[in-house]
């Protein structure tokens, strides 16, 4: 009796490993992880991320109802979103458009015309406000400082965004976990992100400014075209940034709830030295309405202001009122930065201008670049605390609900 039982979990799985190339086809897969830290099961189902609890594959529901009942634990995959407001207008402009200036014609190679883009204004609006100077020409810092995008990816060949590029991956491929060398925008959103943190005005100088030029970009595509965003991919770029020695991360994404496999990602980084930076969302005006991974409270969480230095209404609320005052908590908004209309790079090889906190997270960012603590033990704290300093109280007063500290700007004269 014994012995039939004992052959039992033999003959399941070898049924099992003898379905495996069927199921794997199937049309209702999803990606799911596998709490196992077993190699057997890592190769028997083709391990995509590997994580100190297991591992995460595409299965089918077949595939994983059959190992529910092997005794495996597995769960789904969650999957966060970019941030850019809806309700909001866009303007994407075409390569050869801008909104008020008329495009450059360069020295022709070969004998053709080439029309250089340009953008409506090299220093756009909140450029200026985060630079505190309304008749700003250029900006300037970020010094041998890595900021890892984690975002749609990024058009490389961008005149103001090329030389900034350190690395390109792609993580969002379906067949392979992690692509170098690849990290193709088809979206847009990415390369608008990147050109507010490091836009470089290109070789020419006709270009547009970003916060911290001389920044170097990690850019990691995490997200699909349809701005949809693995959770497991974001965890397995948050790690590999850290282990690059970024400086800074910038997150313009986010979910309603919070994800571990994120969430310990995010903790190692930071044990590695670097400071998280995340879009608080665009549910507000509600109280308590910031995404994660911004809601947890060792990620620099940014809402949105208009021109006028406004919270906007589509801006996630923090509940600061509710906790202590310029103490960091969970679900606390830290700063306000600009988020509507802002114009930046874009994956036509021109400029768009777009809405959302997934515009003022970059801001910050930038600004974390530009003024990196590397005298410091600890950089990143002592950056963040910096940021604090800078930051100009907006209202309502105080460590409110709606911008935390404030809006974090450079100093008119240097500090003490």
């Not at 391990?47 to 089918?60: K, Q, V, W």
């Not at 700003?136 to 990816?153: C, H, P, R």
């Not at 690849?182 to 847009?188: A, L």
């Not at 996630?316 to 790079?345: C, K, M, Q, W």
Request: charge should be negative; charged fraction near 20%.
């Amino acid at each position: 009796m014994n012995t039939k039982k004992n052959l039992v979990f033999p003959l399941l799985l070898a049924a099992f490993i003898t379905l495996i190339p069927a199921f794997n086809v199937s049309a209702d897969e999803g990606r799911y992880l596998v709490k196992s830290t077993k190699s057997f099961w890592k190769n028997a189902l083709g391990a995509r991320h590997n994580f100190e609890n297991g591992f995460t594959t595409e299965l089918s529901d077949f595939q994983v109802k059959f190992h529910r009942l092997l005794g495996l634990e597995i769960e789904p995959v969650k999957v966060l979103q970019i941030l850019p407001a809806e309700n909001v207008e866009s303007v994407i402009l075409a390569p050869t458009e801008s909104p008020t200036a008329t495009p450059k014609v360069l020295a022709p190679p070969r004998g053709k015309k080439v029309i250089r883009p340009v953008p409506s204004d090299q220093t756009p609006w909140g450029i200026e406000v985060i630079y505190n100077d309304a008749s700003l020409n250029k900006t300037a810092g970020g010094d041998n400082v890595k900021v890892a995008v984690l975002d749609t990816g990024i058009l490389t060949s961008h005149p103001d965004l090329k030389a900034r590029i350190l690395q390109c991956k792609d993580f969002s491929d379906f067949r392979n976990p992690v692509i170098n060398g690849k990290c193709e925008d088809k979206n847009g959103h990415g390369t608008h992100v990147a050109g507010i943190i490091a836009a470089d005005t290109g070789a020419d100088g006709l270009g547009i400014n970003g916060v911290a030029p001389a920044a170097r970009l990690l850019i990691y595509k995490v997200c699909g075209n349809n701005g949809l965003c693995y959770s497991d991919d974001i965890a397995a770029a948050l790690r590999m940034a850290a282990d690059e020695k970024a400086n800074v991360v910038n997150m313009s994404f986010g979910a309603d709830s919070e994800i571990p496999l994120v969430f310990d990602a995010i903790n190692y980084a930071i044990s590695k030295g670097v400071l998280p930076i995340a879009a608080a969302g665009n549910d507000g005006p509600f109280l308590d309405s910031i995404d994660y991974p911004a809601a947890i409270s060792s990620v620099v969480a940014v809402g949105a202001i208009n021109p006028l230095k406004a919270v906007t209404e589509w801006s996630s609320r923090g509940i600061n009122l509710s906790t202590t005052p310029y103490v960091v908590e969970d679900h606390d908004i830290e700063f306000a930065a600009p988020g509507e209309n802002i114009e930046s790079t874009y994956n036509n090889g021109g400029y768009a201008i777009l809405s959302g906190t997934s515009m003022s997270s970059p801001f910050v960012a930038g600004l974390a670049a530009k003024y990196w603590q590397f005298a410091s033990e600890n950089a990143a704290a002592a950056t963040r605390d910096f940021l604090h300093v800078l930051a100009q109280d907006l209202l309502p007063l105080g460590d409110d609900n709606d911008s935390g500290f404030g809006l974090p700007i450079v100093p008119v004269e240097p500090l003490p």
